[in-house]
């Protein structure tokens, strides 16, 4: 390989030394001025050239070179038309090479070469740097090496090419740079492009940009610039028109920056920048502008200076302003005021204002129909009221309208579109609005997607949509709709691939043709649906029919079998599982979950490598641990409960490494539980409670990383199970009792961290290394068979927030401990054998007024705040070497000093009678006065109670 690229080489080089006499020869013969050449043809030894250039190539993966043929007819030998080679139209040269994603090249290229595109390719070598040879070709104006996976820093011999026009060095790997010195060497330069390159350590690089008054183009995005708060004396970049800082991390005030007095600007991008307080005054001057983008320019505390953003700058001379764009900027105010500070020049060119995701209160302006030229208007996310005006109907040209998430009430009609023409995307969910538009309306545009979410349009299904068959997104989600699914629902809506319209009442059955449609998104839940599921439109990928009153057997997977995401839980679906579900070979979300379904799961069912969240709890579901799941290693949500599996628990069930949430609760399952299970480092939500596991609790608990207070890296962010099945709730024995905790999106976000293994057979004691569970909020271990002590160390749990060892039979004290568990809300320990004084602590105390019998059938504890108080002899409870305190052992120990000293009184009196004859004549003359008196006693009363009788 080295021999032919170092043939290849000297083959170049020869190619372009003769390429440079052809070109000298050539110039001589050139006709004088005023002679007509209609098209350049390729000089063949530059054919010759480019073909021997072709051969050395190694990769053509754009395919850019299989133009370069030597046989074939007049026109395909010409390499002037060939892909990527450009001759002049003058001396009929090879002046550009743009090889766009193909090939590899040497170090010495035509001297005539002016343009050269090697974007997008491959070609860093073995030392992946920038190449310093690029220097030597003095004669380019453009130079294009962008997206090649270059690294180390820029060589400044860059500087050589003093004709440059245009450098683009964008995204080029790790490329990074200390020096930007050798710019100030090409004074003609007017298109620079280095987003992406690190910048972090060049100090001076805004003094080095003003040193080049040539400059109509400067792009720094994702550059790594600590600030734009330099000092410049004065001004040189007065022919720039286009400025991209965006995606830098400046964080200063915004009025600092050196770029505002550049008026000749028409471009300016510096979004996300971290820049903020108030926006600078000088921006009304910048009368030049026409794209304006200060988007996601939001600070947090750490920058606030205390001071609201209010966008008070005067634009009304901004006549050329096109896009004004100030996203996620953190505004506040009046919308009408600001409205009022937009260019109000005639004609306005204002044509897209992005105010979304600000502070904005007030309501909209009756006068916004003035703004004609807007296509885009985004108000979404803010604080506005009231109605929406009539006049935004008068906005012709209005292709976008986004109003979502503010306040505003009223009803909207068919005027609001009188004159709307163009409007194609709109967007009104989340408001109080209430939609009249009557079912025979036909809007004067072709209207693509409709979002009315929340939106009250009921109780009939609005009508007008079957007059839209352009729209291909409808979101009418819980609209207050209270009818029947249209017949013709799908001929009006056959070219709709998203359609939401969950959370309403809708009723009856779903339609028999619903296979017809060319949906790939339906979402039908939480509505009144009854009947079987029809045949599945064929391109269907996500299927939501959960909550509803649905019957009959499951769907057949016959014709959709690009099914992504199915939810069909809280039905009253029956039968088995087909084994046509087999065919969803992509499938990533499956739940049946609250069904009448029965029988063992069809084993082919984990055919997909894809599956994240399975749920097939609350049926009758049966057989053993399902094999098919062994198969499922990227399966973050698994729920089996409430079912009637049993078994054991695989060891395999370790290998399970991405599951986040487990639960076997409710079912027969037996045998202890697996070791290996704590190698699901990623758990943070284990519920087996109501089975019949026997055996100790597993140790290595601290390889649950999840559950304590490090962060665990590696564990997938979840976004399968935060937005595909929120709907689908969890239950867990919390505070005594089964509640409904939440969605599984609740369970993410608040990263509850829970283990419930109560109502089993567990043995054994508690490991002290369960206390490595720092960040466990919920441990539940009642109802077994636990013996021993509570680990002394529990108080290290810090965030337990539900402690239950109920029904058990643990002995000793209460740790002291537990008292530090500040965020503790309930406590159970009744039904054990524990003994002592109770710790003492403001915390147990509040738990305890509130749980009453939290310590209730431990007949050893005492102290505050039970009745039974502990005896003054005893001294405050210590800890013992075994984990029982030395107050534990009071009471055993009393009753065995007891009899030890009977015993010993005993044999002492005893002793003393077998050898001391005088003690023994003694002893039995005091027992016969003894028997005397007694006899005389008795004799007595018997007589008298004679005489009472006679």
Same mark, same amino acid.
């Given at each position: 390989?080295?021999?032919?690229?170092?043939?290849?080489?000297?083959?170049?080089?020869?190619? &372009?030394?003769?390429?440079?006499?052809?070109?000298?020869?050539?110039?001589?013969?050139?006709?004088?001025?005023?002679?007509?050449?209609?098209?350049?043809?390729?000089?063949?030894?530059?054919?010759?050239?480019?073909?021997?250039?072709? *051969?050395?190539?190694?990769?053509?993966?754009?395919?850019?070179?299989?133009?370069?043929?030597?046989?074939?007819?007049?026109?395909?030998?010409?390499?002037?038309?060939?892909?990527?080679?450009?001759?002049?139209? %003058?001396?009929?040269?090879? *002046?550009?090479?743009?090889?766009?994603?193909?090939?590899?090249?040497?170090?010495?290229?035509?001297?005539?070469?002016?343009?050269? /595109?090697?974007?997008?390719?491959?070609?860093?070598?073995?030392?992946?740097?920038?190449?310093?040879?690029?220097?030597?070709?003095?004669?380019?104006?453009?130079?294009?090496?962008?997206?090649?996976?270059?690294?180390?820093?820029?060589?400044?011999?860059?500087?050589?090419?003093?004709?440059?026009?245009?450098?683009?060095?964008?995204?080029?790997?790790?490329?990074?740079?200390?020096?930007?010195?050798?710019?100030?060497?090409? #004074?003609?330069?007017?298109?620079?492009?280095?987003?992406?390159?690190?910048?972090?350590?060049?100090?001076?690089?805004?003094?080095?940009?003003?040193?080049?008054?040539?400059?109509?183009?400067?792009?720094?995005?994702?550059?790594?610039?600590?600030?734009?708060?330099?000092?410049?004396?004065?001004?040189?970049?007065?022919?720039?028109?286009?400025?991209?800082?965006?995606?830098?991390?400046? *964080?200063?005030?915004?009025?600092?920056?050196?770029?505002?007095?550049?008026?000749?600007?028409?471009?300016?991008?510096?979004?996300?920048?971290?820049?903020?307080?108030?926006? #600078? @005054?000088?921006?009304?001057?910048?009368?030049?502008?026409?794209?304006?983008?200060?988007?996601?320019?939001?600070? @947090?505390?750490?920058?606030?200076?205390?001071?609201?953003?209010?966008?008070?700058?005067?634009?009304?001379?901004?006549?050329?302003?096109?896009?004004?764009?100030? @996203?996620?900027?953190?505004?506040?105010?009046?919308?009408? $005021?600001?409205?009022?500070?937009?260019?109000?020049?005639?004609?306005?060119?204002?044509?897209?204002?992005?105010?979304?995701?600000?502070?904005?209160?007030?309501?909209?302006?009756?006068?916004?129909?003035?703004?004609?030229?807007?296509?885009?208007? /985004?108000?979404?996310?803010?604080?506005?009221?009231?109605?929406?005006?009539?006049?935004?109907?008068?906005?012709?040209?209005?292709?976008?309208?986004?109003?979502?998430?503010?306040?505003?009430?009223?009803?909207?009609?068919?005027?609001?579109?009188?004159?709307?023409?163009?409007?194609?995307?709109?967007?009104?969910?989340?408001?109080?609005?209430?939609?009249?538009?009557?079912?025979?309306?036909?809007?004067?545009?072709?209207?693509?997607?409709?979002?009315?979410?929340? &939106?009250?349009?009921?109780?009939?299904?609005?009508?007008?949509?079957?007059?839209?068959?352009?729209?291909?997104?409808?979101?009418?989600?819980?609209?207050?709709?209270?009818?029947?699914?249209?017949?013709?629902?799908?001929?009006?809506?056959?070219?709709?691939?998203?359609?939401?319209?969950?959370?309403?009442?809708?009723?009856?059955?779903?339609?028999?043709?619903?296979?017809?449609?060319?949906?790939?998104?339906?979402?039908?839940?939480?509505?009144?649906?009854?009947?079987?599921?029809?045949?599945?439109?064929?391109?269907?990928?996500?299927?939501?029919?959960?909550?509803?009153?649905?019957?009959?057997?499951?769907?057949?997977?016959?014709?959709?079998?690009?099914?992504?995401?199915?939810?069909?839980?809280?039905? %009253?679906?029956?039968?088995?599982?087909?084994?046509?579900?087999?065919?969803?070979?992509?499938?990533?979300?499956?739940?049946?979950?609250?069904?009448?379904?029965?029988?063992?799961?069809?084993?082919?069912?984990?055919?997909?490598?894809?599956?994240?969240?399975?749920?097939?709890?609350?049926?009758?579901?049966?057989?053993?641990?399902?094999?098919?799941?062994?198969?499922?290693?990227?399966?973050?949500?698994?729920?089996?409960?409430?079912?009637?599996?049993?078994?054991?628990?695989?060891?395999?069930?370790?290998?399970?490494?991405?599951?986040?949430?487990?639960?076997?609760?409710?079912?027969?399952?037996?045998?202890?539980?697996?070791?290996?299970?704590?190698?699901?480092?990623?758990?943070?939500?284990? =519920?087996?409670?109501?089975?019949?596991?026997?055996?100790?609790?597993?140790?290595?608990?601290?390889?649950?990383?999840?559950?304590?207070?490090?962060?665990?890296?590696?564990?997938?962010?979840?976004?399968?199970?935060?937005?595909?099945?929120?709907?689908?709730?969890?239950?867990?024995?919390?505070?005594?009792?089964?509640?409904?905790?939440?969605?599984?999106?609740?369970?993410?976000?608040?990263?509850?961290?829970?283990?419930?293994?109560?109502?089993?057979?567990?043995?054994?004691?508690?490991?002290?290394?369960?206390?490595?569970?720092?960040?466990?909020?919920?441990?539940?271990?009642?109802?077994?068979?636990?013996?021993?002590?509570?680990?002394?160390?529990?108080?290290?749990?810090?965030?337990?927030?539900?402690? =239950?060892?109920?029904?058990?039979?643990?002995?000793?004290?209460?740790?002291?401990?537990?008292?530090?568990?500040?965020?503790?809300?309930?406590? $159970?320990?009744?039904?054990?054998?524990?003994?002592?004084?109770?710790?003492?602590?403001?915390?147990?105390?509040?738990?305890?007024?509130?749980?009453?019998?939290?310590?209730?059938?431990?007949?050893?504890?005492?102290?505050?705040?039970?009745?039974?108080?502990?005896?003054? $002899?005893?001294?405050?409870?210590?800890?013992?070497?075994?984990?029982?305190?030395?107050?534990?052992?009071?009471?055993?120990?009393?009753?065995?000093?007891?009899?030890?000293?009977?015993?010993?009184?005993?044999?002492?009196?005893?002793?003393?009678?077998?050898?001391?004859?005088?003690?023994?004549?003694? &002893?039995?003359?005091?027992? @016969?006065?003894?028997?005397?008196?007694?006899?005389?006693?008795?004799?007595?009363?018997?007589?008298?109670?004679?005489?009472?009788? /006679?």
């Amino acid at each position: 390989m080295h021999r032919l690229a170092a043939a290849m080489l000297v083959l170049l080089c020869c190619c &372009c030394l003769f390429l440079a006499t052809q070109q000298q020869q050539q110039q001589q013969l050139q006709p004088a001025a005023g002679g007509n050449r209609a098209s350049p043809s390729c000089i063949p030894h530059e054919r010759d050239a480019l073909l021997a250039f072709k *051969h050395g190539v190694t990769s053509d993966p754009g395919g850019v070179l299989t133009s370069w043929q030597r046989d074939g007819r007049h026109d395909e030998q010409d390499c002037c038309r060939w892909r990527g080679v450009r001759c002049s139209n %003058r001396t009929g040269h090879v *002046h550009e090479l743009r090889l766009g994603r193909g090939g590899t090249f040497g170090p010495d290229l035509a001297g005539q070469i002016k343009h050269l /595109d090697l974007s997008g390719n491959d070609l860093a070598g073995p030392t992946g740097r920038l190449p310093e040879f690029l220097g030597s070709l003095k004669n380019l104006k453009y130079l294009d090496l962008s997206g090649i996976p270059f690294y180390g820093g820029l060589p400044p011999q860059l500087g050589n090419l003093s004709r440059l026009q245009y450098l683009d060095l964008s995204f080029m790997g790790a490329m990074n740079s200390t020096d930007l010195s050798w710019l100030t060497h090409i #004074p003609s330069i007017q298109y620079f492009y280095l987003d992406g390159v690190n910048l972090s350590t060049v100090a001076d690089w805004s003094r080095v940009m003003n040193m080049l008054p040539s400059l109509r183009a400067l792009h720094l995005s994702f550059c790594s610039l600590a600030s734009a708060n330099q000092s410049l004396p004065h001004l040189n970049l007065t022919n720039l028109e286009e400025l991209d800082a965006s995606a830098n991390s400046f *964080h200063h005030p915004m009025v600092t920056s050196w770029f505002w007095n550049i008026t000749s600007l028409r471009f300016l991008y510096l979004s996300d920048t971290s820049m903020y307080g108030q926006f #600078p @005054d000088a921006l009304g001057d910048m009368t030049s502008l026409q794209v304006l983008d200060l988007s996601f320019n939001y600070y @947090d505390d750490d920058y606030d200076d205390g001071k609201d953003r209010i966008m008070t700058m005067d634009l009304k001379n901004l006549c050329n302003l096109e896009v004004l764009n100030l @996203d996620l900027s953190h505004i506040y105010g009046d919308v009408a $005021e600001l409205f009022r500070n937009l260019p109000r020049c005639s004609p306005n060119k204002l044509q897209e204002l992005d105010l979304g995701s600000n502070h904005l209160t007030g309501m909209l302006p009756r006068w916004i129909g003035q703004f004609t030229g807007l296509q885009i208007l /985004d108000l979404s996310f803010n604080n506005l009221n009231g109605h929406v005006p009539y006049e935004i109907g008068k906005l012709s040209n209005l292709t976008y309208l986004y109003l979502k998430r503010n306040k505003l009430d009223g009803t909207i009609t068919e005027e609001h579109f009188a004159s709307a023409r163009s409007l194609q995307y709109i967007d009104l969910s989340y408001n109080a609005l209430k939609i009249e538009i009557s079912s025979d309306w036909q809007p004067p545009s072709t209207l693509v997607y409709v979002l009315f979410a929340s &939106c009250q349009m009921g109780p009939l299904f609005p009508g007008w949509l079957q007059w839209n068959v352009s729209i291909i997104y409808l979101d009418i989600s819980s609209a207050g709709i209270a009818d029947r699914i249209p017949q013709r629902f799908s001929d009006a809506l056959s070219n709709v691939w998203f359609m939401n319209i969950s959370n309403n009442e809708l009723n009856g059955t779903l339609p028999a043709d619903m296979g017809s449609m060319s949906l790939q998104e339906l979402y039908l839940s939480s509505n009144k649906l009854t009947g079987q599921i029809p045949t599945l439109p064929p391109n269907i990928q996500t299927l939501d029919l959960s909550n509803n009153f649905l019957s009959g057997p499951l769907p057949s997977a016959t014709r959709s079998v690009n099914l992504v995401h199915l939810s069909l839980f809280s039905n %009253r679906l029956i039968g088995h599982i087909p084994e046509s579900f087999c065919k969803y070979q992509q499938l990533v979300v499956l739940d049946l979950s609250n069904n009448f379904l029965e029988g063992e799961p069809p084993l082919c069912l984990g055919v997909t490598e894809y599956m994240e969240f399975l749920a097939l709890s609350n049926n009758s579901l049966s057989g053993k641990f399902p094999s098919f799941l062994q198969k499922l290693t990227n399966v973050h949500f698994l729920d089996l409960s409430w079912n009637k599996f049993s078994g054991t628990l695989p060891m395999w069930i370790g290998s399970l490494t991405s599951l986040r949430i487990i639960r076997l609760s409710h079912n027969k399952f037996f045998g202890s539980i697996p070791m290996n299970i704590t190698n699901l480092s990623c758990l943070q939500y284990m =519920d087996l409670n109501n089975n019949k596991i026997s055996g100790s609790l597993p140790i290595y608990l601290s390889n649950l990383k999840f559950m304590t207070n490090v962060h665990m890296m590696g564990c997938s962010d979840d976004g399968t199970l935060r937005n595909g099945s929120h709907l689908n709730s969890l239950s867990a024995v919390w505070k005594g009792q089964e509640l409904n905790y939440g969605s599984v999106q609740r369970i993410l976000d608040t990263s509850m961290t829970s283990i419930d293994l109560s109502s089993n057979d567990l043995t054994g004691e508690i490991p002290e290394e369960i206390v490595v569970l720092d960040a466990l909020v919920n441990l539940n271990l009642s109802r077994n068979h636990l013996t021993g002590v509570i680990p002394k160390k529990i108080g290290e749990m810090r965030s337990l927030q539900s402690l =239950d060892l109920s029904r058990n039979m643990l002995s000793g004290e209460i740790p002291a401990t537990l008292s530090n568990l500040t965020f503790l809300s309930y406590l $159970e320990l009744s039904y054990n054998d524990l003994t002592g004084r109770i710790p003492s602590g403001v915390q147990l105390d509040t738990l305890y007024a509130e749980f009453p019998s939290m310590y209730i059938g431990n007949i050893g504890l005492c102290g505050h705040p039970l009745q039974n108080n502990c005896s003054s $002899e005893r001294h405050a409870p210590k800890q013992g070497g075994l984990g029982r305190t030395e107050e534990g052992y009071g009471i055993p120990f009393f009753y065995l000093g007891l009899g030890c000293g009977f015993v010993v009184g005993t044999w002492i009196a005893f002793g003393v009678l077998l050898f001391k004859r005088n003690c023994r004549i003694a &002893c039995f003359r005091l027992s @016969d006065k003894l028997y005397d008196k007694v006899y005389v006693v008795v004799a007595t009363w018997a007589r008298a109670r004679q005489t009472q009788t /006679d």
